[in-house]
C-alpha cells in the first residue's frame, strides 16, 4: 500500500481541532503571562517597547495612506496592543520550535484531496527544466 493516503477518520479530526484550539488558547495565555511578567519585573524595557510601537502608526501615516485607512490603524496599532501581539507572537514561535523538537521535525502527513489536486494541476510542470 505504498503511495496511498487514508481518509482520516472523523475521531483524529475531532481531536485535531482539539489540540489546536488548546495550542491557541494555551499561546494567548503563555504570551498574556510573559508580557505581564515583562511589565512587573522590567518595567524600562517595557516602557521602551511600547514608545518604538506607538511610533509605527505615525511612521505608517506620513507613507501617505489614506484616512479612511489611517483610522483602523490609529484603532488596531496602538503601541500596549502591538506589543502584547510581538509577545504572543514570540511565543507561538516558541511553542512551534518546542513541537517541532519533541514531535521529531516530521510535517503531518499530506491529505489525499491535496495530492490528488496537486497531480491534476495544470501547474505541475512549471518551474521544471526539459
Known sequence: MTGQISKPSGKNI??????????FVA??????????????EYPAIMRDLIAYAQALPGYLSSLGV??????WIDILLSGDKLVLLGFILATRILFSMIRGIVGGGDPP??????VAEKQ???FTGWGKRS
Open 120 to 122: 491534476d494541476s495544470p
Open 109 to 114: 502527513p499530506a491529505r489525499a484531496s491535496f
Open 14 to 23: 475531532v481531536m485535531r481541532i482539539l489540540f489546536s484550539s488548546f495550542s
Open 66 to 71: 489614506s484616512d479612511r485607512y489611517l483610522v
Open 27 to 40: 499561546t494567548l495565555v503563555v504570551g498574556a503571562i510573559a508580557f505581564a511578567f515583562t511589565a512587573l
